[in-house]
């Protein structure tokens, strides 16, 4: 099991010590009773109709996983973008509020799901012929900051982080050469907290042999200087339009112009 220091909303400077060593950091009670319950009804909506309309064995991510895919047509999504729980960590990793949304998503895996290999969610766009510098050697590019919806335990599958690799130049191993402690560094997370990550960082979900369906909704931050091409603006201009003015600084970039 990972040992994991879970910091609560007030300690932003812990939070953005732990994320710059780990490459991820985890943060209780990010929601109220409301938000959470606002966030985790609409996720098992979404998880009932996809599920409905695309079988476990189709499931996008391996059997009985799945990526959510952009849910900003939502409004309990367009709201996990301004937690004042979590806002200001993300502006002091960054050392800045300038950084932008990059949307909304998040992943789900249904009893029977297996082990997911190792992986980051961002590959070397740097592509540097001379391999001085990779997209591993700059500060955090962008943030996905992870929200279970039930608590996270080894039986339902709870995602496995791997310490300090979000600036790892080595290759990241294949699932059969994968040794048993990156096997077992499993972040066992409570309901309602959030797990900040650098996308960089190896990780990857573990074989659910519980009953439940483990739940892992998600919002994102571009850094202040960087962009991923082809940003598509598909938050309703009808939500964009009820949603604070620091909301709609940070979604400026994904809101439907239409």
Not at 199 to 223: F, P, Q
Request: hydrophobic content about 35%; charged content about 25%.
């Amino acid at each position: 099991m990972l040992d994991l220091e879970i910091v609560s909303p007030a300690q932003i400077e812990q939070a953005a010590i732990l994320f710059h060593r780990d490459g991820f950091v985890a943060v209780e009670n990010a929601f109220t009773d409301d938000q959470f319950e606002s966030i985790k009804d609409a996720a098992h909506r979404v998880v009932k109709e996809q599920t409905e309309a695309i079988s476990l064995e189709k499931a996008n991510r391996g059997y009985a996983r799945y990526s959510f895919g952009s849910q900003v047509h939502h409004p309990e999504w367009c709201r996990l973008c301004d937690l004042p729980t979590i806002l200001p960590i993300i502006e002091k990793i960054f050392d800045s509020d300038k950084f932008i949304s990059s949307g909304g998503g998040g992943d789900y895996s249904l009893p029977g799901a297996k082990i997911q290999h190792l992986h980051a969610d961002m590959p070397d766009h740097l592509r540097d012929p001379q391999q001085r510098v990779t997209v591993m050697d700059l500060p955090t590019p962008f943030i996905v900051v992870n929200f279970p919806m039930i608590d996270f335990t080894k039986e339902n599958g709870a995602t496995r982080f791997i310490k300090g690799t979000h600036r790892s130049r080595h290759p990241i191993p294949k699932l059969e050469a994968e040794p048993e402690w990156m096997k077992n560094s499993i972040a066992c997370a409570p309901a309602k907290s959030a797990i900040i990550r650098d996308v960089r960082c190896w990780h990857g979900g573990t074989e659910n042999t519980s009953k439940d369906i483990r739940i892992m909704a998600s919002t994102g931050y571009y850094a202040p200087w960087f962009r991923r091409p082809g940003m598509d603006g598909d938050m309703p201009r009808a939500i964009y339009d009820t949603m604070s003015p620091r909301a709609k600084e940070l979604c400026r970039h994904i809101v439907c112009l239409d």
